[in-house]
C-alpha cells in the first residue's frame, strides 16, 4: 500500500522543469535532502538532477561519471540517442538492517544538453526490477 501522508504522482511526470518520466504505477513522492524520492512497495527511486554549469559535453560527462563509478558494477549498458546518453549499472549493495541483507541496485545517469539525472533504483523482486529499467528508459529531456 501507498503511504496516505505522503503525495501519489502516476502516469506522464514531470520530475523538475527539464526532465519528465512516465510512472507505470501510483508512487509515493517527498524530497529528501537535495534528491526527489519516488517509491511503492518493492520500489525506490532516489532521482538527483545535476546541471552543467561547465557547458561539457555529453560525452565529457558520461565519461567523468564512468570515471568515478564503483569497480563494482555489472550489467552495464550505454545507450545513445540524438538528445541523450542513457547509463545504467547494477552494483552489490548490503545493509545488515535489512532481509535480506544482501541485495543489488540499480545506478542510472540520463545525461541530456543542459545536465542529467542521476538515479538509485532499490528492488525487492524481479517485478520491480523490470519496472525500474521500464522507469528509467522512461526519461526524457521536457520540451
Request: proline share 6%.
Amino acid at each position: 500500500m501507498l503511504h496516505p501522508d505522503f503525495p501519489v504522482v502516476t502516469g506522464d511526470y514531470q520530475l523538475i522543469e527539464t526532465w519528465r518520466v512516465m510512472l507505470p504505477d501510483q508512487f509515493n513522492r517527498r524530497f529528501e535532502d537535495d534528491s526527489l524520492v519516488l517509491w511503492r512497495p518493492q520500489l525506490t527511486f532516489w532521482v538527483v538532477a545535476w546541471g552543467n554549469d561547465r557547458a561539457s559535453s555529453m560525452e565529457a560527462r558520461l565519461a567523468s561519471i564512468l570515471s568515478a563509478a564503483s569497480p563494482h558494477r555489472a550489467a552495464e549498458q550505454i545507450e545513445r540517442t540524438s538528445s541523450l546518453i542513457r547509463l545504467t549499472y547494477e552494483l552489490p549493495e548490503e545493509d545488515p538492517s535489512r532481509s535480506p541483507s544482501a541485495y543489488t541496485s540499480i545506478s542510472a545517469y540520463v545525461i541530456g544538453p543542459t545536465g542529467h539525472l542521476q538515479i538509485s533504483a532499490y528492488f525487492d523482486s524481479s517485478a520491480a526490477r523490470t519496472v525500474a529499467y521500464q522507469v528509467i528508459h522512461s526519461v526524457q529531456c521536457a520540451a
